[in-house]
């Protein structure tokens, strides 16, 4: 049995083959993708975001026996990504304010890319993801910059589509009082 | 005391207004009318700044995935010996993986 990580497929789940260095270079070639990516959203620099990357697949070769069914390959991994990623995360807290909240809304019959932020705002914004809960950062990252749909980003966590509607859902009100809070202290 | 449970109606208008900003940019089309929509109006603001910062994060290119793991195996075992039958030649750690999904 093979898992995948690619949009396609319908979940990425534990293999019964031993955990040896062919599980792991496919472990790393299947997940490098998303767990560089899921970096690169928590932490702002390259630099970071390698360091993150290196201590995440050192923590999955270390804790490779401790992946069970219950869990999906693609988030036990994440899982370990942002716990490294917090790790990495402590030492730096700069503080900016956000004041573009208002201003956002559907550009209706307009053609538009999206609303227009700066380094500061994009600060802000991966500030209050990365005080999200694991399992929401996970939604969020597969639903937002993979663009999944929310049955697959199910079957990719192991989770029913209900929940993972029930997690954004949450995710976002929690996200909307982080925002506010940071414009309100800034 | 715990927060109100969102109702799953409501949470199924989020999920297709949230398509519905994927798809094209935009959700108003999606909204319910009165109160729930304007509940679901404010949190789409949200999804929409979560989804602008993407334009901030570039994907990694497969040469950064090749000496992530140069440096990866480095760091488990203090060389690429254990994982050098991987390899195929020098400067390509991981030349057999497949980079394509990059």
């Not at chain 1, 697949?57 to 490779?64: D, E, K």
């Not at chain 1, 609303?115 to 994009?122: G, L």
């Not at chain 2, 030349?95 to 990059?102: E, K, N, Q, T």
Request: aromatic share 6%.
């Amino acid at each position: 049995m093979s898992w995948a990580v690619s949009k396609e497929s319908p979940a990425a789940q534990p293999d019964e083959g031993p955990r040896d260095e062919d599980w792991f270079v496919r472990v790393y070639d299947e997940t490098f993708d998303t767990v560089y990516h899921l970096a690169r959203t928590l932490v702002r620099d390259h630099e970071g975001a390698q360091d993150i990357v290196a201590e995440t697949y050192l923590r999955v070769w270390q804790a490779r026996d401790t992946l069970c069914g219950q869990r999906t390959l693609l988030a036990w991994v994440m899982a370990i990504t942002h716990n490294c990623a917090m790790d990495n995360l402590r030492a730096r807290r700069p503080s900016v304010s956000l004041d573009l909240f208002d201003s956002i809304g559907d550009p209706g019959g307009a053609e538009s890319p999206g609303p227009r932020i700066t380094e500061s705002d994009a600060e802000a914004i991966r500030r209050a993801i990365t005080k999200l809960s694991q399992e929401q950062q996970q939604v969020i990252f597969l639903r937002f910059y993979q663009e999944l749909p929310h049955e697959a980003v199910a079957a990719k966590l192991g989770k029913s589509p209900i929940a993972i509607r029930q997690i954004q859902f949450r995710a976002l009100v929690r996200l909307r009082k982080l925002l506010q809070e940071d414009r309100s202290a800034g | 005391m715990r927060a109100e449970r969102p109702s799953v109606t409501s949470e199924v208008e989020l999920d297709q207004c949230l398509d519905q900003l994927l798809a094209t940019g935009r959700w108003a089309s999606g909204l319910p009318p009165g109160k729930r929509g304007s509940e679901i109006d404010s949190l789409m603001r949200v999804a929409a700044l979560i989804l602008s910062l993407t334009h901030f994060i570039t994907r990694p290119r497969p040469r950064q995935k090749e000496f992530m793991w140069a440096s990866v195996s480095h760091s488990l075992h203090g060389g690429t010996a254990r994982f050098a039958r991987h390899s195929k030649r020098p400067g390509r750690p991981c030349a057999r993986l497949r980079f394509g999904s990059i």
